[in-house]
């Protein structure tokens, strides 16, 4: 049976990775990789499903966090995914980040000797670096899979966690042409992202090397996540806020560094300035400091709010009970090669969105599919004519969920996409 280990810089337990990891693995999982006609029979593997496994770090590890772990474990090897962890190191970034790519090429290199995997399978560079210097060191060669996900190096540097074109933006670029010369096979996010690395691939879907790359943006599990009706379930949570009858402006995601979050606090202003009733919704991982204050400064009181965190299986819920959604993200060469995973998460659930220009392919999502409004200027008078054109925006839920089918379901785009790619290195 073929193989692969899918190394991943987050815990198991974060949203991403079950919302944007687990469910590719599932997807993978249903491919036939059986070889292609001329292939001799004594290389086809006897069964032509996938052996998956995935190695992640983790950072919460306490007695109880180690119990959980073993549930999970559990019901991951019941689905036919092996999981193991690595600790997680945040002191001294460096030096921490150094340890545990050393351990895990250790762990990777004997896991290769054991399990003698097809495919290392890298989410973005961190990953790669880790499982391309375990392949240097063994004698089984697997190939290695880079998954690009979006430019580290700039966006550390826009993010203004690293100067801009200091020595560790320099070390980075230096791993990344690196692993680019190293891998077997590329994934990126966006088209804006492949013309720029791969611009050949467009129409043979490989580089000049004749190494595969696919573009694969964020996409929706419809089956797991959103299966439900957003009409039905709009009312229940909305009586629970208190908020029926009052319009609902949503943001999900981390806050600071490249996402904007002055600039959405001072849309929802100018919503609340046309209607005292409008009402901010916030689904966030990150510090509820860095928004409250700038809502309350901005005249909302604590009705007309909320921020917290919500299961990855109840966004749906709090999605469906808004009616337009915001997505500020810096843009520049760092974000053409973004798919915000916000994106296809609001659309299938109708909501039209405001989004700020140049940022990975969303502007022509918005435009072709009339799915919302694109902010011309981060000024009031930018603002209201966005808040405008959305509220004249008709039919626009039904686009919108349309839209999320066609361009990001997890069966028919993500999964199909990686199982091409993993039928191409397997080849």
């Given at each position: 049976m073929p193989g692969t280990l899918y190394i991943c810089y987050f815990g198991i337990r974060e949203p991403l990775v079950q919302t944007q990891v687990l469910p590719y693995l599932r997807e993978l999982m249903k491919g036939d990789y059986s070889r292609k006609k001329g292939t001799p029979a004594?290389?086809?593997?006897k069964d032509t499903a996938l052996n998956v496994s995935i190695l992640t770090f983790e950072s919460k590890r306490s007695d109880e966090d180690k119990k959980a772990f073993l549930k999970?474990?559990?019901e991951l090897a019941a689905e036919g995914i092996d999981w193991d962890w690595l600790p997680y190191h945040k002191r001294f970034s460096v030096a921490a980040t150094a340890w545990d790519t050393l351990r895990g090429i250790v762990t990777i290199r004997r896991f290769i000797a054991r399990k003698r995997p097809d495919i290392l399978h890298g989410r973005v560079h961190i990953p790669t670096l880790i499982g391309a210097l375990a392949r240097k060191f063994s004698r089984h060669k697997p190939k290695l899979l880079f998954d690009i996900r979006g430019f580290f190096p700039e966006e550390y540097t826009d993010a203004g966690i690293w100067p801009e074109g200091g020595w560790l933006y320099r070390a980075a670029k230096s791993v990344e042409r690196w692993l680019m010369r190293?891998?077997?096979g590329f994934v990126v996010l966006t088209e804006n992202a492949r013309n720029l690395l791969f611009p050949e691939s467009k129409e043979t879907g490989f580089d000049k090397f004749g190494r595969p790359v696919e573009v694969i943006p964020c996409c929706v599990d419809f089956a797991r996540r959103f299966s439900g009706e957003p009409g039905k379930m709009r009312g229940t949570l909305r009586k629970e806020l208190g908020i029926d009858g009052r319009f609902v402006l949503t943001h999900v995601g981390s806050l600071g560094g490249l996402y904007m979050t002055e600039q959405i606090a001072d849309l929802l202003a100018a919503a609340r300035a046309q209607d005292p009733e409008v009402f901010a919704l916030f689904l966030t991982q990150s510090s509820s400091d860095l928004i409250i204050p700038l809502l309350?400064?901005?005249?909302f009181a604590e009705s007309d709010y909320f921020v917290g965190k919500a299961d990855p299986l109840r966004v749906q819920e709090f999605l469906s009970a808004s009616d337009a959604a915001i997505s500020f993200v810096k843009s520049g060469y760092a974000t053409?090669?973004?798919?915000?995973?916000k994106i296809p998460e609001y659309l299938a659930c109708g909501l039209p969105i405001i989004s700020n220009r140049g940022v990975g392919d969303v502007d022509l999502q918005i435009e072709n599919n009339g799915v919302g409004v694109l902010l011309d200027r981060f000024d009031e008078s930018g603002y209201r004519k966005a808040l405008k054109g959305v509220a004249g925006l008709n039919g626009v839920a039904n686009r919108c969920r349309e839209t999320a089918r066609r361009e990001f379901d997890l069966n028919k785009v993500g999964g199909e996409r990686y199982r091409r790619i993993y039928r191409a290195l397997l080849d």
């Open positions: 004594s290389r086809e593997p999970i474990r559990g190293e891998a077997d309350r400064d901005r005249g053409a090669s973004r798919s915000p995973t």
